[in-house]
């Protein structure tokens, strides 16, 4: 089925909404991050959910410090921790030490309080910082548009693949701009709808798309992320796959020597490439900061050796690095090895 997306531009808001924009404004921040090189802004939006400074936002690169800048609507600053994140939902929650400050109610699913979805021809509004309009007291960019459809999205973020897979509101405002990520759209009268998604380009039809992830399907996570109580699904189901497991590959499998593994958070930089290497033929080079395995941000080289021993034997495995100010995809064919038995469980 195809299914054709209208883009359009901003629209001049009536202004009986005056009010409702002064009073959803004080409930988004400003959040600026890792980054800071072209194509790999240093900046999102985010929304808090609670009057003790927990921030919903958009899980990616920014987030992969440990600390974060987070700036309130009036300007003032805070020094933000990420308290957990989902990345299969793109969703982090971050906390700023401050009380009685203004937020979204979100309410906890077990006890009946959920958020309905809205259907297509919804009137909405959209709140993001875009392209860093606003880094201080300023307010952040809004844009009016309608929900054109509800659908999941057949869609890949540049050269890889989105990994949220529900059903999304398509929107035919131009909203998903850089940094725009993590903000929110709303009805009309300032109920909360969903949360702005990453920039993705339709793989078939090459067009940008303009989209927001329903709060409903972020709803559970953002309680028990808060409440201290979540377990990311996706790392509950890699356990269990990989549970007793020996790693079936090293990143010497491939060509690549990383730089010692020293601390926590060592950046998973490339130390130096093998001669006559998968990774050599690649294109690979030493001082390359590897950013994704798959569609699997990298926010550390820990984290990296991890994914590649995870890797099943043949296919190939896709790496997005950075090299100076720009970012390159490369494909690496997997080798066929056999599984070793896995270990006990104790």
Known sequence: MSICFLLGGPQLL??????????????????????????????????????????????????????????LHDGRRYEGKVLGAEPGLDLAIVKIEETQLEHFEIGDPSSGSTFPLAAPGTRIVAFSNMFKVATGDEPVSVIQGVIAARTKLPTRRGAYESSFPGEVYVIDAITNNPGAGGGIVTTVDGRLLGMIGKEVKNADLNTWVNYAIPIS??????????????????????????????????????????????????????????????????????????????????????????????????????????????????????????????????
């Open 14 to 71: 009536p202004a009986a909404d005056d009010e409702m924009i002064a009073e959803v404004q004080p409930k988004l921040v400003k959040i600026f991050g890792a980054g800071g090189l072209r194509n790999l802004y240093s900046y999102n939006t985010g929304f808090l959910i609670s009057s003790e400074g927990h921030i919903a936002t958009i899980w990616n690169h920014v987030l992969d410090q440990n600390t974060v800048t987070v700036i």
């Open 217 to 346: 399907h972020l709803q559970q996570a953002m309680t028990e992320i808060m409440t201290g109580n979540f377990r990311s699904s996706k790392n509950t189901d890699d356990e269990k796959k990989t549970a007793g497991r020996v790693p079936l590959f090293h990143s010497t499998d491939f060509g690549i020597v990383m730089l010692p593994n020293v601390v926590p958070r060592t950046p998973a930089y490339v130390d130096r490439i093998l001669p006559g290497s998968a990774a050599e033929v690649a294109g690979l080079k030493p001082n390359d900061l590897i950013l994704f395995v798959g569609d699997e941000l990298v926010q550390s080289c820990g984290e990296f050796l991890d994914q590649i021993g995870r890797l099943e034997s043949g296919g190939k495995v896709k790496l997005i690095v950075r090299r100076e100010n720009v970012l390159i995809t490369s494909e690496l064919p997997i080798p066929r090895k056999s599984r070793p038995p896995a270990k006990p469980l104790r």
